[in-house]
């Protein structure tokens, strides 16, 4: 037994029958996404990346702030600390002390959004979402994407509505920030001259072909491209005995 944060964990060690699943490395990766992130809301949106905020929180983010999705501000246990009304939510929202992680129907290379119809929005073949709040969110504070399923299908040339803005739309909004994407291939990033969409890590097991092939665009690509860094030990407990015990994170992403 080990402490990790005040939990007493198992370390996974080489002893262990199971190395990292591809669904663990997505859940690092998630959670890389608010590493130095001091305290602000984190409004993980999916199982994965809940899985991931939970475990920044336990470790390497402390100062993490989560929610319940309703009233209530709740530690990585799911214990009260205290109340957030829905008010409370937006203000935090529209005045930048949040990093949220929401999915994309539709992402293109500058970082638009997509999540409210497919086809021509006057007369949609697929009605979605809807807007709700991705213009807000894109527009104030941090977002990152979660996608489980990279495909053509959601990374298009041209997304059908914008609803979360991307770099080419952004001239003049001061605090638009897009952190980063994860699919269940790859971490994408936008660190290129044109701010477009750049595979920063492959996660073990995917080549770089892979992706391109399953990205509808151009995807900048470096010359080198690492790997997703792998968990530590005490991150592999905390995921499979303390935070998903169930596995249902493979799920979301079978191995």
Same mark, same amino acid.
């Given at each position: ?203 073990? *097991?995917?080549?770089? !072909?892979?992706?391109?092939? %399953?990205?509808?665009? &151009?995807?900048? $690509? @470096? +010359? ?12 592999? *407990?905390?995921?499979? !005995?303390?935070?998903?015990? %169930?596995?249902?994170? &493979?799920?979301? $992403? @079978? +191995?």
């Amino acid at each position: 037994m080990t402490e990790v944060n005040g939990h007493r964990v198992t370390p996974v060690t080489g002893e262990s029958p199971s190395p990292p699943t591809r669904a663990e490395y997505c859940v690092i990766a998630c959670a890389e996404a608010w590493r130095g992130a001091g305290e602000i809301l984190a409004s993980p949106m999916g199982l994965i990346p809940s899985i991931g905020a939970r475990l920044a929180r336990r470790t390497f983010a402390p100062d993490l702030l989560l929610t319940d999705g309703e009233a209530m501000l709740v530690d990585a246990d799911g214990t009260v600390e205290g109340w957030l009304p829905y008010r409370r939510h937006l203000a935090l929202a529209a005045g930048g002390c949040r990093h949220v992680m929401m999915g994309a129907s539709q992402l293109d290379r500058y970082g638009n959004q997509n999540i409210s119809c497919i086809g021509d929005w006057q007369r949609p073949t697929r009605q979605l979402l809807g807007v709700r709040g991705a213009p807000v969110n894109t527009l104030n504070h941090p977002t990152s994407y979660w996608i489980p399923r990279h495909s053509r299908r959601v990374f298009v040339e041209r997304v059908d509505m914008v609803c979360g803005v991307g770099h080419d739309h952004a001239d003049g909004a001061r605090y638009h920030h897009l952190a980063r994407v994860v699919t269940n291939l790859a971490v994408l990033d936008f660190a290129t001259p044109d701010r477009s969409l750049r595979l920063a890590s492959l996660h073990p *097991g995917v080549t770089v !072909e892979e992706v391109r092939e %399953a990205t509808g665009f &151009a995807l900048t $690509v @470096p +010359d080198a491209v690492p790997y997703t860094r792998e968990p530590t030990a005490e991150e592999l *407990g905390l995921i499979r !005995e303390v935070i998903d015990p %169930a596995d249902a994170r &493979a799920r979301e $992403v @079978p +191995d």
